[in-house]
């Protein structure tokens, strides 16, 4: 069904606000008493992705409170990354009780029209072979009462079979950015569902897959206007498309608050506007910042 283009929307936002090298990068510092980081970023951004929860499941309490701080922003929408345990601990078949775990901090969200996206974010080591496909539907058919997003990382998945299947079971898929090796699947503009997907990992090809690093210098990377630019595209390409009512662009480049940096950038170049950002965040980056962003 045909979406309105005055009904679509875009949103972006970095991945996490629960960084302590974002205490004078993003945050200030020290910070005001009661300051709270979240409620900050949601007067910035019109997203934020959840990512705690892909370590072990929020409870019921803890979404109640994320989406009340966020309540004075009628228009913000998370995204949640679905807990690991069905997505990289796949050894057995998850249990009826670990899919309730999930739901308990979903519903809280979704009950708060504050739900935007539900990630099932799989590895690079899941390929597209029988085994997963069947694992993917299982975990979709699981959690079907949700928006889910699907981002896989592997070049054995981009056939036309899967991205019909996508959109035969109103799952959408997750448009990356990360650094290129062989295998890896390629940059895209694809919607498979109502809900359009970007996310922005860097591309940090030295850290990517070298088993010690850890996260922050996995993700360590600033790009470029020059190099979002082909990204603010694709955004709008798929804004574009009469069946998506919804666009999600996540930067996952976290260290130091780049993510937050980039995804500023990257809404003033999809929209053409200059954009209001945390006073820190512009004065750590001064000169990427400058051509984007206004005094509000």
Do not use: C
Request: net charge positive; charged share 25%; aromatic share 14%.
């Amino acid at each position: 069904m045909s979406i309105p283009r005055a009904q679509r929307r875009i949103r972006f936002g970095p991945a996490g606000w629960d960084y302590p090298d974002w205490a004078g990068t993003v945050y200030p510092k020290p910070k005001p008493k009661k300051f709270d980081p979240l409620r900050y970023l949601a007067d910035f951004f019109e997203t934020i992705e959840i990512n705690s929860t892909y370590y072990g499941p929020a409870t019921a309490a803890t979404a109640r409170s994320w989406a009340g701080r966020v309540s004075h922003r009628p228009d913000f929408r998370f995204a949640l990354k679905l807990w690991k345990r069905f997505t990289h601990e796949r050894s057995t078949a998850f249990a009826r009780d670990e899919v309730d775990a999930v739901r308990a901090g979903l519903d809280p969200i979704a009950e708060a029209g504050k739900l935007g996206a539900v990630l099932l974010q799989f590895p690079w080591s899941f390929r597209n072979q029988e085994a997963n496909r069947e694992w993917l539907r299982d975990v979709a058919e699981a959690f079907r009462a949700y928006p889910l997003v699907v981002e896989i990382r592997h070049e054995s998945w981009n056939e036309p079979g899967f991205y019909a299947e996508l959109a035969e079971r109103g799952l959408g898929f997750v448009n990356v950015d990360q650094p290129l090796f062989h295998d890896s699947i390629r940059p895209s503009a694809r919607a498979t569902s109502s809900v359009g997907y970007v996310r922005v990992h860097g591309r940090n090809y030295r850290d990517w897959f070298r088993k010690a690093a850890g996260r922050d210098e996995r993700y360590d990377y600033l790009y470029s206007a020059k190099e979002l630019q082909p990204w603010a595209e694709r955004t709008r390409e798929l804004a574009d498309d009469p069946n998506v009512a919804e666009v999600y662009v996540v930067n996952n480049n976290h260290f130091r608050g780049q993510a937050a940096a980039n995804a500023a950038m990257l809404k003033s170049q999809v929209t053409g506007e200059r954009v209001v950002v945390p006073p820190r965040l512009l004065e750590t980056y001064p000169e990427v910042l400058a051509p984007f962003v206004r005094v509000s």
